[in-house]
């Protein structure tokens, strides 16, 4: 499908939708909390990659991941022309305590993903977790931690590789 | 944007760059595969991530405002290839011409894969496993399967209608079938030809047991 997709036809678009639309649109809604402002960005994003040619390479491999990642983006860059969401906070908190048992749905993927975040050094996590689960920017995470932007960075950037590389070691092993 | 991208990768999948930093660096990744795949694997982690969150339901209109806004006529919606639709259009003319009496439903179907399931567990060696609810309480299903895992047979007391079987991967669920029902219990037989170490029920999109297979 990836081939596909990315030489824009026509079929390929609607089963990307068909297969990741439910995951997108609660990319969305995980990151703006407004079921209404979700759709608008899951269309409006979906409906640029379909119409700009080019916009994804079968070199980027996934387009799940590659879906994903421009849906999130966008998301938080309309989040953070508004208000920041109470929201965040209330998932944030969910990874207060990684000791305590998850209270979701999916809890089969949540253990797993809470598995790896638990092995990442505590620093790292800590970076992890308030750039993807409490939406800060970089320059706000190292404000909060007193530490150097460039610092903040690194574990951030570490944290995802390593994050990255337990979960597809968890998934073929 | 010259220079690789380097940790920025991680950081423009997680959405952390500003528009324009996010601009360079996917403009760099087209001509650089070592920042291509860099850029990939960032945004898998990142998909994973976000594929462990809570999923919702998209609306049923969110659909065809993306299809219809990209031109997609709505005839053309679930439209496979061609010559997947060429296959279509022969295997319904086919069923066309069979007599009624030859038509199979879907409880014989069921029947069927039961047997076949009946025939695997009688012929050889088989291991199995306990569905386990969230609250690691065992309940009272099992999946039978190969040793080689080669097929498997999911048996659920008093299921729940439409609960789904999903093989757990990846950071991902794939749908696997429907139980059928028969009176209190239900099974799904699945000649599928590999090894899978982790099954899912679902009701809904709601996970409410796993299993691990040990091979």
């Avoid at chain 1, 026509?10 to 068909?18: D, T």
């Avoid at chain 1, 990151?31 to 960005?41: I, K, S, T, Y």
């Avoid at chain 2, 299921?159 to 799904?188: D, F, I, K, N, Q």
Wanted: hydrophobic residues 45%.
């Amino acid at each position: 499908m990836a081939h596909a997709f990315a030489r824009r036809e026509a079929w390929a678009f609607a089963e990307a939708y068909r297969r990741f639309g439910n995951l997108l649109y609660s990319v969305a809604l995980n990151v703006l909390g407004a079921p209404q402002d979700a759709e608008d960005c899951v269309q409006d994003v979906l409906l640029r990659v379909w119409r700009r040619p080019g916009a994804f390479a079968t070199q980027r491999g996934s387009v799940r991941a590659f879906l994903v990642v421009c849906v999130r983006n966008d998301a938080i860059s309309r989040a953070r022309s508004g208000a920041r969401r109470a929201r965040l906070a209330e998932r944030a908190a969910q990874y207060a305590s990684l000791d305590e048992e998850p209270e979701i749905d999916d809890f089969v993927e949540q253990r797993r993903v809470r598995e790896a975040i638990a092995q990442l050094p505590a620093e790292q996590r800590q970076a992890l977790v308030l750039a993807f689960f409490q939406g800060k920017t970089h320059v706000q995470i190292a404000q909060e931690l007193g530490q150097p932007l460039g610092t903040v960075k690194s574990r951030i950037s570490l944290a995802l590789r390593k994050l990255g590389s337990a979960l597809s070691i968890g998934a073929h092993s | 944007m010259s220079e690789h991208a380097g940790e920025n990768a991680e950081l423009y999948a997680l959405g952390l760059l500003d528009e324009p930093e996010a601009a360079a660096i996917e403009l760099h990744a087209r001509t650089c595969e070592e920042c291509t795949i860099r850029l990939e694997e960032a945004s898998i982690a990142v998909a994973d991530l976000c594929a462990a969150e809570p999923i919702s339901p998209a609306p049923k209109t969110l659909e065809s405002r993306v299809l219809l806004g990209a031109g997609i006529a709505p005839k053309r919606i679930r439209h496979a290839p061609h010559w997947q639709a060429v296959g279509a259009v022969a295997a319904a003319l086919l069923l066309a011409f069979i007599p009624a009496w030859v038509a199979v439903d879907r409880t014989t179907l069921a029947r069927s894969d039961d047997n076949r399931a009946i025939a695997r567990l009688a012929a050889g060696p088989f291991d199995r496993a306990t569905f386990m609810s969230p609250s690691r309480q065992p309940m009272d299903a099992k999946v039978l399967y190969g040793p080689h895992g080669d097929w498997y047979y999911v048996v659920v007391m008093h299921p729940a209608p439409g609960m789904h079987v999903a093989y757990v991967h990846g950071g991902r669920m794939e749908m696997l079938g429907t139980v059928s029902m028969h009176g209190e219990s239900g099974s799904l037989y699945l000649p599928i030809n590999h090894k899978m170490e982790e099954l899912a029920l679902l009701q809904g999109s709601r996970v409410v047991a796993d299993a691990r297979l040990v091979y």
